[in-house]
């Protein structure tokens, strides 16, 4: 005889009971998978850098006082062909800054995160160029990924404000002083903690028009899940122009575990949970060929991080700890 269907109410109960089992599954996975703090070794050959001379010198660390105004960290991988436009840009401006204001003092690091192509070599006559006070070259020794890249670079800086700044120069380096009218604005900063986010949000509409209907529909999904599972507050969670003071930036970095994409949504997430004030400010953005972003792969990776970012804190596997680099 022929198994009847189960009726409609008995047939929800088992999709509802299969659903929570599931659910409980993938929370029992991130919790067992979860490393339980964040990788902050560095290798010793990471705890030096090369001087505009040829001489090694040990890096500074965040832990010290600030003696500089300004650190701009830049993360690079194979950006050999990318990276002298957006040096070029924003040196421009630093230097023109400075000779406004010589209060005004910076520092570039740009952190090669295992590279195969020039991209130290091409960083390095920057370095020769102004001097290994204004730029450095953080060469890491194995590929960590942008978050890892950017972590060894922010404990490395001597900046009382700290920037995020990607590679490409997709974003005008003049904004910068958008961003620090977000932090102003964010003040009396709490334990001299605030972050200030650039923004892509208000040109959605333009990228739309210009996207396939396929990666429209992995943005929103993407957009959704950051919204649904860690940050509510922020619209553009992975716009690499970000803005942090000395105390956010040490304080967020040395408890993020995640190393790639979906980085920057942890480090909102753990921001959020500290009360640290964040401001969102509309910046000048433009694509620029040469992404490493592989779509379809990328986003499904950094979907898995968004439900691991949640599940691994609800759970205790993560803690809101801050730890020292060594």
């Known amino acids: ?4 269907p189960l009726p409609l109410p008995e047939a929800a109960a088992v999709l509802a009971a299969l659903a929570a089992l599931l659910l409980v599954l993938i929370c029992m996975i991130a919790h067992v998978t979860a490393r339980k703090m964040p990788t902050l070794h560095r290798h010793e050959k990471e705890k030096f850098f090369v001087n505009a001379e040829g001489r090694k010198e040990s890096v500074p660390s965040i832990h010290d006082p600030p003696t500089r105004e300004l650190s701009v960290v830049v993360p690079s991988y194979n950006e050999e062909e990318r990276l002298p436009l957006m040096m070029d840009e924003a040196l421009d401006y630093l230097e023109k800054r400075q000779k406004r204001d010589p209060s005004f003092t910076y520092e570039v690091i740009v952190v090669d995160d295992g590279s195969k192509d020039q991209t130290t070599k091409v960083a390095m006559k920057y370095c020769k160029k102004y001097g290994s006070d204004k730029v450095r070259v953080l060469s ?3 590929n960590r990924g942008k978050g890892g890249a950017v972590r060894m670079g922010v404990f490395s800086s001597r900046g009382r404000k700290i920037l995020m700044a990607d590679a490409d120069g997709a974003t005008k380096f003049a904004d910068i002083e958008k961003v620090e009218e977000g932090l102003k604005n964010l003040q009396p900063w709490p334990t001299q903690m605030a972050i ?7 040109l959605e509409k333009d990228s739309i028009a210009k996207r396939s209907y396929f990666r429209t ?10 919204w649904f599972l860690c940050v509510k507050e922020i619209r553009d969670t992975q716009c690499g122009f970000k803005l942090l ?3 956010a930036a040490l304080r967020t970095f040395s408890t993020l575990h995640i190393e790639r994409w979906a980085f920057d949504v942890e480090l909102l997430y753990i ?4 009360r640290i004030p964040i401001a969102e400010v509309a910046v000048n953005w433009t694509e620029i060929e040469g992404s490493k972003l592989v779509p379809f792969w990328s986003w499904l990776q950094m979907g898995r991080d968004l439900l691991f970012i949640r599940l691994r804190y609800m759970t205790g596997a993560w803690q809101l700890e801050t730890r020292k680099c060594n």
């Not at 200030?196 to 208000?202: D, E, F, K, P």
């Not at 529909?217 to 950051?226: A, E, I, S, T």
């Not at 921001?271 to 500290?274: C, R, T």
């Open 271 to 274: 921001a959020q949970h500290l």
């Open 196 to 202: 200030s986010c650039g923004s892509r949000a208000h």
């Open 1 to 4: 005889a022929m198994a009847l």
């Open 245 to 247: 003071t000395r105390g």
């Open 217 to 226: 529909l992995l943005m929103y999904g993407f957009h959704f899940l950051v």
């Open 140 to 142: 890491l020794v194995k």
